[in-house]
């Protein structure tokens, strides 16, 4: 069983930057794809990229701004964010999932593992 625990959310003004970080426990993680998704009040919990096997998958919204990683020798998987904007004002989740197809790291049933999600605020 893996277990997730986000941090590094917080106030950040609009242009600025946050590196969230995803701490996993278990020894198959490295294994597993990795993912970012984000809630915002009212809205569905939306897909923001994913990493397996060392590739990477974006969604439109956060390409170029947004940026997947991981650290398999430390069970982290981090997601560095530039350019924040007042919309990408959300709860952000780290998922994890044995591997999977591409075409279903973009869905959060995919996911069978969550982090409790840390709130990102971005001030205008």
């Known amino acids: 069983q893996v277990q997730l625990v986000e941090s590094g959310g917080g106030l950040v003004q609009a242009g600025g930057s946050l590196r969230l970080s995803c701490a996993a426990s278990?020894?198959?993680?490295?294994?597993?794809?990795a993912a970012w998704f984000r809630q915002a009040p009212g809205k569905e919990r939306e897909f923001l990229a994913a990493i397996i096997g060392g590739v990477t998958f974006y969604a439109d919204s956060v390409k170029g701004r947004f940026a997947i990683s991981r650290d398999n020798a430390n069970n982290m998987v981090y997601l560095q964010m530039n350019s924040l904007k007042p919309e990408d004002a959300a709860v952000y989740y780290c998922?994890?999932?044995?591997?999977?197809?591409?075409?279903?790291?973009?869905?959060?049933?995919?996911?069978?593992?969550w982090g409790q999600g840390t709130q990102v605020t971005v001030s205008s």
């Open positions: 278990g020894r198959t993680f490295s294994s597993y794809a």
């Open positions: 998922a994890a999932s044995p591997p999977a197809p591409p075409i279903k790291l973009r869905i959060a049933p995919t996911y069978t593992n």
